[in-house]
């Protein structure tokens, strides 16, 4: 089950060294950063400027889309007035459904992305299309042939090859033999690789893509899985596909592309940000950054033991104690900084005909250092420092570790027990084990939140320790971005991974900047971006491109307006038809672009609405959503 150097240390992969222009990627590099222009490749002059732009704020290379032989003749112009203006950023052309296209762009480009699904294949039909085992041969004997022309001119021009998967893209052929999945995914790109050793090329990049970040996490853990297994080392391309816009798409890219680096995983990343490309460049960086802080981290002790696939979702099994744990959705824990009543409207409660109501933003859970004075709303548990604390109803005791092992007469109490990797030892653990009253808090120090509290974990499992568990994290943090990015890296990957009743974090700037609502919309949306609690309406929008022919950030903003109240729903807004009707598979509303003011509309991936004006396309997506019963009027 190998997916990376090292589970309790910090490695980075070492993959192969290739070159893309006058810069190097992979092996001892540094993570390379870009990101894609989302002007139209025919446009020279706003392609210029825009590449400029992306280029100034930091990136190592830019993409352009060269959806046809006349985009892909024009890369040639948009690199030549580059150089004219002092620009050696190298080049990507990104290519669907155009082989000819990428033969062309190779020729002018440093780099060309193809994707597997539809670089021969024609667009998947999400039919059941059935292929002997003969049929199967013929089409990859087709697809090796198509692809000979491409290799011939990126071995004669030095040009890389990014073989970019993405998971609503894949094949007919491929859904038939894996599914919708990440081991279709991994094999969709396996069949491209082997056809390039078969031609001795070696200049490769990989990305496996998906919205959905458990399908993106497990894509890439198996490809490195398979790779190593079939003595490959080819660099790796990571990205959340579609992420979204602002906050959302912040934390979700944190979550799938943080759960990789921190693993050492990554050789250059593009976070996928509805919005201009070139602000995606420093919320990149943050993310480079934060990880190579963690080289020197302290030494953790390593556990004999892995207790469940990396390759697959699976809950880690805990009892319940007051509606934490079990089968509930993890709670959002939070430290109130009033000694006796906090401000209950700023923890997510609404007052209602004088009584306070919880509402969906709301924490489910708060530590206070003294006894609250004030009536304790429904939904609401309160755990009180474990020296000021009395009994009550809501109410009950925190205690550090050394206060639990030293008060015996709290067996028959519900109970908080915070624990950090100091406390771990067989001792402690099988006393522990027995307490079916307490729920654990683990807060990790070290720089390597992971791997500390995955050690944490394995030894739990080890000692078949199934109490509840709610991660803890520190920081000091002044901007909010800073703080959702780096405790959506560090904790998203172990809800990912099936770990988890609860999550708690702390900021503790000097400015204390932070408010309380900020700090809950963060867990929370921490939560949903790893699949274990939604509390909103998810949007699933992409970047947009020389493709998208409408305002994607516009529409995408006018979508999120009309319909952001309807809780649990995912609704895609994508620029073409190219991606989008594969990358919002996994969302239950689509609005896709089809041409110049036409858009189609799905309900799953099924077209219900062809070629409408995009003047009436909102209303009419609202229409379709009230037809199937998913509308709720929005409460004010």
């Known amino acids: 089950m190998k997916y990376c150097n090292h589970l309790f240390r910090y490695s980075r992969l070492k993959t192969r060294e290739i070159q893309i222009g006058h810069l190097s990627m992979g092996g001892e590099n540094p993570i390379r ?11 020279t002059e706003s392609s210029v400027a825009q590449a400029k732009r992306i280029a100034d704020a930091g990136a190592d290379f830019v993409r352009l889309t060269a959806p046809g032989t006349k985009d892909a003749e024009n890369l040639k112009e948009i690199k030549q007035q580059l150089v004219k203006n002092g620009y050696s950023i190298p080049l990507i052309a990104d290519i669907h459904f155009q082989p000819q296209a990428a033969v062309i762009a190779a020729q002018y480009v440093e780099k060309v992305r193809i994707n597997p699904g539809n670089f021969v294949d024609k667009r998947a039909s999400f039919e059941k299309v059935e292929f002997t085992d003969n049929q199967y041969k013929l089409e990859l004997s087709r697809i090796h042939q198509k692809m000979k022309p491409l290799l011939e001119v990126c071995k004669k021009r030095k040009v890389a090859l990014r073989i970019g998967s993405n998971h609503g893209s894949l094949s007919d052929r491929i859904l038939t033999r894996f599914g919708d999945t990440p081991e279709g995914m991994v094999e969709s790109v396996m069949e491209f690789l082997r056809i390039c050793r078969k031609e001795n090329f070696h200049n490769l990049v990989i990305s496996l893509k998906a919205s959905n970040t458990r399908v993106m996490i497990y894509a890439y853990r198996l490809m490195v899985n398979k ?18 816009e602002g906050e959302d798409g912040r934390i979700k890219s944190a979550v799938g592309i943080g759960a990789l680096l921190a693993d050492g995983i990554g050789d250059t990343i593009r976070v996928s940000l509805t919005e201009e490309p070139e602000f995606e460049i420093p919320v990149a960086r943050k993310l480079v950054d934060y990880f190579y802080e963690r080289q020197y981290h302290e030494y953790i002790k390593p556990v004999d033991i892995e207790p469940k696939s990396p390759f697959v979702y699976e809950k880690r099994e805990s009892f319940e104690i007051l509606n934490i744990g079990g089968e509930k959705n993890p709670i959002v824990m939070l430290k109130t900084e009033n000694f006796f009543q906090p401000n209950l409207e700023s923890i997510g409660f609404t ?54 092992l030293r008060e015996n007469i709290l067996e028959d109490e519900k109970i ?5 990797h100091l406390d771990i030892n067989e001792v402690n653990l099988q006393k522990i084990k027995y307490a079916k009253n307490a729920i654990l808090i683990f807060h990790s120090t070290n720089k390597n939140h992971l791997a500390e509290t995955r050690a944490f974990l394995y030894m739990l499992w080890k000692y078949e320790i199934k109490n509840p568990i709610i991660f803890k994290t520190h920081y000091q943090e002044h901007e909010l971005e800073d703080f959702q990015l780096k405790s959506a890296a560090d ?14 974090l702390c900021n503790n700037h000097k400015t204390n900047t932070l408010t309380p609502p900020q700090i809950i919309e963060t867990s929370l949306g921490i939560l949903q971006a790893s699949r274990v609690r939604v509390f909103k309406t998810e949007y ?5 491109c020389g493709r998208t022919l409408f305002n994607l950030q516009e529409t995408t903003a006018q979508v999120r307006q009309k319909t952001k109240h309807l809780k649990g729903l995912k609704i895609a807004v994508m620029g073409c038809i190219v991606n989008g009707p594969g990358e919002m598979a996994d969302a239950d509303y689509g609005y896709v672009g089809s041409g110049i003011g036409k858009i189609n509309l799905y309900k799953g991936q099924t077209l ?17 959503i009230k037809q199937n019963g998913d509308w709720t009027e929005e409460e004010f």
């Open 33 to 43: 950063i870009q990101s894609m222009n989302n002007t139209l490749t025919l446009d």
């Open 227 to 244: 790779m190593l297994a079939e003595n490959m080392d080819y660099p790796l391309h990571l990205g959340v596909t579609e992420a979204g």
């Open 351 to 404: 007052l209602k005909n004088n009584q306070y109501i919880k509402t969906d933003r709301a924490a489910d859970a708060i530590i206070m250092d003294n006894m609250p004075n004030f009536q304790i709303p429904k939904g609401l548990e309160i755990f009180v420092c474990f020296e000021k604390y009395k009994k009550a109803n809501q109410i009950y005791p925190y205690l550090t570790l050394k206060e639990f």
């Open 416 to 420: 908080l027990v915070e624990i950090n």
């Open 491 to 504: 904790l998203g990957v172990l809800f990912i991974d099936g770990y988890g009743d609860g999550i708690m």
């Open 540 to 544: 699933i929008s992409c970047p947009g």
């Open 608 to 624: 219900v609405k062809k070629n409408i004006p995009q003047s009436d396309a909102v209303s009419q997506l609202i229409d379709i």
